[in-house]
């Protein structure tokens, strides 16, 4: 991550040397503020150093509206970051990516960020289409693949890019395969992301716990 911001940072013309971090949910969220180190700010944010480098998490919750929304809230109350990065799960899109696998699109022209993250050979690029909802159909993923050449697809990314072509911010995509192509997800999810939630669910949903249980040993592997 250091050398990710301080890459883009060095070009940007933005004052600011924060890169603000979105992610939709608290699944997506956690993790990144474990590996960051980051602490608690605010009830959906958490903040800190990453070397000589301030970096801001932002759980914005699911879809488009709600990413903006709250994005736009952030930086009315801040400077604008230096490098914004829409994080979280994907839905693969191609046969052959595999759960874990690590997909980054410049949102944005952000070339130094996009740099680092080539020569870490961890990341592949290409496009991460846009689904105004979860996608849980294989036969759906695979089409929507086909169709439009991408690799992944989210709910959020597209409004984050549009959020920073707006103010003229770099920005990327930087998103982890949940679901292969391949796999079916439950017809629906919990609403929620707390135990109540989870229980109501099980309580109506009982024979889409396979598929959710499997959704939850991808997930820790994703992670």
Known sequence: MNALVSKETAGSP?????????????????????????????????????????VRLLRTGMG????????????????APALLVSAGFAGGLQDGLRTGAIIAQELTPCPHA??????C??????????????????????????????????MESEAAGAFARERGLPALALRVVLDEASFALPRSLPEGEDFLSLALYSLSHPFDWPRLAGLGLRQRRAM
Do not use: Y
């Not at 608690?40 to 150093?49: A, D, R």
């Not at 996009?114 to 020569?119: N, V």
């Open 121 to 154: 050979g961890l990341t592949r690029f290409g496009k991460v289409a846009h689904c105004d909802r979860v996608m849980t159909d294989p036969d759906e993923k695979l089409a929507l693949g086909k169709s439009t050449g991408a690799l992944a697809v989210d």
């Open 64 to 79: 488009g509206r709600n990413a903006a929304e709250a994005l736009a809230r952030t930086v009315a109350k801040e400077a």
């Open 14 to 54: 933005v004052k600011s040397s924060c890169v603000l971090i979105a992610a939709a949910t608290r699944w997506e969220a956690l993790p990144l503020r474990a590996a960051l180190g980051l602490a608690q700010e605010g009830p959906q944010s958490w903040g800190g150093q990453v070397g000589a480098h301030r």
């Open 114 to 119: 996009a740099a680092a993250l080539r020569r």
